[in-house]
C-alpha cells in the first residue's frame, strides 16, 4: 500500500511517497513551479485519483487545475473553474479549499474561496458554480476579512444527510440543513474578543474539523480558543483547559477513532510561534475533557508557524498525522502524533498538506 502526501507551498506542489511505513518518504517535484498552491485534495473516489490544486498564477490570477495521473500531466477548464457571474460584481481572489463529497456523490466537490464564497462543482472539479444561497446571505455585505484575507476555508459536508457546514474568516460557522440553499449562522458560545459581546456571527473562526463518532460534533480552533460542539453547531463550549495557550490555526479530528482531535498551539495573534519555540502538537483523547503534549521528532528552537490547511490526519487505523511549517519543513507520524519523522526541508513556505491512501 502506497501512503500519498500532497504539499502545497509558496512556490508550488510537491508530491510524497511512503510504501507500508509512514516513516520512510520519497519526494518527488516540484510540480506546478512557481505558482502558489493555497489547496489541494486527493480524491479517491474514481478509477483514477485525482489530484486537484488550487493555485494562483501571479499575472494570470487564480485557478483550479488537476491531474489524472498524479501529476504526470496537468489540466484547466478553458474559461477558468470558478468564474464569478457578471452581476455578482465580484472576482476570484484566492482558491483556500477544496473538498470531495462523500462516495455517494462522486461527482461532487466543494470550493471554498476568497471572497467569502462556497462553489459546487457536479463533474470532479473541472468547473463550480457559485452558492447563490451563502453570497446572497444578508450576512455577507458586514463579513470582514481576517488578517489573510476573507475567505471560506472550511467545508464540511455531512455523509449521512444534505446538511454542509462551513466556517470563514471572519464571519464564523454557517450550516444549511438542504444542501447549500439556506443558511443559518450556528456560533453561540464561540468567543469574539475583538468585540464587546459575543455576536450571533462575526467571529474569526480558523478551522473546524467534525469527530470521527459523529458529525454533529466538531471541534474549532478560534482566534484565541478552542471550542467543540455536540449538537451540530447550536451551541459550543471551551475545551482550551489543559493547552499551554489557545491560540492557533489548526485543528485535525482522526477519521477513524472517536473523541480524538489535535491542534498545534502557538503563543499569540502579535506571536505567531510555538511557545518557547518548541514545534509540538496536542492531543486530545476525550473530546477536549483533557490535554497531552505530544510530538518527539519535531524540532526545539523552531519560530515557525503551522498555517490552518498545513495540519492533516489519513485514514489508517492509527492515524497518521502530517505537520508542514512556513520554514518549508513537513514532517509525519504513524502512530497518531507520538513521534514524527521528516518527510520534507528547505521547501517553501509550506500553505496545505493533505494525504491518501492510493488504491
Request: hydrophobic share 35%; aromatic share 8%; net charge negative.
Amino acid at each position: 500500500m502506497t501512503d500519498l502526501l500532497a504539499i502545497g507551498t509558496r512556490k508550488g506542489l510537491w508530491l510524497a511517497r511512503s510504501e507500508d511505513d509512514r516513516r520512510t518518504w520519497t519526494l518527488d517535484g516540484p510540480h506546478l513551479l512557481a505558482q502558489e498552491v493555497a489547496a489541494v485534495s486527493i480524491d479517491n473516489r474514481r478509477a483514477a485519483p485525482r489530484l486537484l490544486a488550487g493555485v494562483q498564477y501571479g499575472h494570470w490570477g487564480p485557478s483550479v487545475t488537476w491531474s489524472d495521473d498524479l501529476g504526470g500531466s496537468w489540466h484547466e477548464t478553458d474559461s477558468g473553474a470558478i468564474r464569478f457571474p457578471a452581476d455578482t460584481g465580484a472576482a476570484l481572489g484566492r482558491v483556500w479549499q477544496l473538498r470531495p463529497d462523500t462516495a455517494d456523490r462522486p461527482d461532487v466537490v466543494w470550493a471554498g474561496c476568497e471572497p467569502q464564497s462556497l462553489w459546487r462543482s457536479t463533474d470532479g472539479g473541472c468547473s463550480f458554480s457559485l452558492v447563490r444561497g451563502l453570497w446572497d446571505h444578508p450576512h455577507r455585505p458586514t463579513w470582514e476579512p481576517g488578517a489573510g484575507g476573507g475567505a471560506v476555508h472550511t467545508v464540511l459536508p455531512d455523509p449521512d444527510t444534505r446538511r454542509v457546514t462551513v466556517a470563514m474568516s471572519t464571519g464564523g460557522v454557517y450550516v444549511s440543513d438542504d444542501g447549500a440553499t439556506g443558511w443559518r449562522p450556528h456560533n453561540r458560545g464561540i468567543s469574539a474578543v475583538f468585540l464587546p459581546e459575543p455576536p450571533e456571527y462575526g467571529q474569526c473562526v480558523h478551522k473546524v474539523a467534525a469527530d470521527a463518532g459523529d458529525p454533529r460534533r466538531m471541534y474549532a480552533q478560534n482566534h484565541f480558543g478552542v471550542f467543540r460542539t455536540d449538537d451540530g453547531g447550536a451551541s459550543w463550549a471551551s475545551i482550551a483547559e489543559g493547552l499551554p495557550v489557545d491560540f492557533g490555526f489548526p485543528i485535525a479530528a482522526s477519521p477513524t477513532t472517536p473523541g480524538t482531535a489535535w491542534v498545534v498551539p502557538l503563543v499569540a495573534d502579535v506571536q505567531r510561534v510555538p511557545p518557547d519555540g518548541r514545534l509540538r502538537v496536542h492531543r486530545t483523547r476525550d473530546a477536549g475533557a483533557s490535554w497531552t503534549e505530544v510530538g518527539a521528532g519535531l524540532p526545539d528552537g523552531s519560530w515557525t508557524a503551522v498555517l490552518r490547511d498545513a495540519f492533516c490526519t489519513d485514514d489508517h487505523e492509527a492515524t497518521g498525522l502530517y505537520v508542514g511549517t512556513r520554514d518549508g519543513c513537513v514532517y509525519a507520524s504513524a502512530d497518531e502524533g507520538d513521534t514524527f519523522s521528516t518527510v520534507a526541508e528547505h521547501l517553501p513556505d509550506v500553505l496545505v498538506v493533505r494525504a491518501a491512501r492510493l488504491p
